[in-house]
């Protein structure tokens, strides 16, 4: 329920209304994504500083909280006109509940309730994501040409406030977290050690990872933020290109049970040095792409790293760090990826105004993917050294 939710805050259901909001606001495409960097790394700020709640306050109160107040955005999407400092809030607010929040409680709590399958558990979690690109991406875009854009986000808010939200509290109002307070009842990470956010980030490990981290969301948030662009670049339309989000979701969902498992059995460590090749050659297929079957295919073969990379930080960052202290290490985590989508469609809406247009941007965005899976490779091998020694 959770990660399904997670869609009305993420970039491809936004980048879906990007067109009207634009248009009604008189928007750039430099204006529409320095904006939305703006508000992203607004909401990235408050998920460092905040995001260890997880560890204190009990989920059955957390997560339908966030639901409501990610409801009170989304009605203000519908009903806010003319205000470009009100649409940053209400963007604000939409990516620190949507992409920050709801990812980093159901994240929180898979790291914490499950140890030997902990991969699996991680990939089932994770099936919301890929489970709402595949059905609202079509359905939203017809329900935007029936009865328009802001009653589509007024029709959002109810969906969370009278759905989401009393379902997350009818399921998580029985505990499920370890109980007691014995540190023995948590699992320690590197060293034996119960990691604290601050231990982590004098760790080599944290540094070394930040680049890993950002890509995925970099370039998994551009390439739908920029569809609009995308699509007058190459003469396509969105309704052509919806089923791109199929492919996608699939992808995503068998890659996921594939490294939930690979993770399980052979150490998540080991899924570093792959997961980015992927994304790069997805990536890079953008650039010369003439047909929109192309699209499909790119985003089939990038929806694989994304798949593994679900998988990857919801068992490494325990693996590595312990469950003691989770919360507020994913938070750290979490808040880098958020970071990482903040960057991207500022930076690549500033480069289109420049007149370098998207399809050319891919290519550099691939060949950044193939340098890093190099520098993964020995990030892996140093890890692994230091697990077996442990």
Known sequence: MLTSSTAF????????????????????????????TVATLSAAALMFWRGSVADTVPLSRLAPITALVFAAACLAMSFSSGSVLLLGITLF????????????????????????????????ANLGHPTSEMTLSI????????????PTWFAVAIILALGVAPVLWLLLRDDRSPQGSG????????????????????HWL?????????TPGFIGTVIFFQQVHIAEVKGWTLVEMAPGYTAFATATVISAF??????????????????LLPMGLGIALVGPADQVIAWYVALGVIGITQGTASALWGVLLPDIYGTKHLGAIRS???????ISTAIGPGVTGLLIDAGIDFPT??????????????????????????LRAA
């Open 93 to 124: 607010v939409l990516r620190f509940c949507g992409q920050g929040m709801f990812s980093h409680i159901a994240m929180t709590a898979m790291g914490r309730w499950f140890e030997a399958r902990r991969g699996q558990a991680v990939s089932i």
């Open 332 to 338: 750290l985590a979490t808040t880098v990826m958020v």
């Open 258 to 275: 594939l490294a939930g498992w690979a993770a399980d059995r052979f150490g998540s460590q080991r899924l570093l040095t792959v997961f």
């Open 183 to 202: 540190e023995t009842q948590m699992m320690t990470g590197l060293m034996g050690r119960h990691w604290r956010r601050r231990d982590a980030v004098r």
């Open 139 to 150: 359905l939203t875009v017809l329900v935007v040409a029936i009865i328009g854009w802001r």
């Open 206 to 214: 944290m540094p070394a990872l930040l680049p890993v981290l950002l």
């Open 361 to 386: 941007q891919s290519l550099y965005m691939g060949l950044w993917c193939f340098g890093l899976a190099i520098g993964c490779a020995l990030i892996d091998r140093r890890l692994t050294r230091e």
């Open 9 to 36: 805050g993420q970039t491809w259901f936004i980048s879906l209304f990007a067109g009207f909001i634009r248009e009604d606001y008189g928007l750039s495409d430099g204006d529409w994504g320095s904006l939305y």
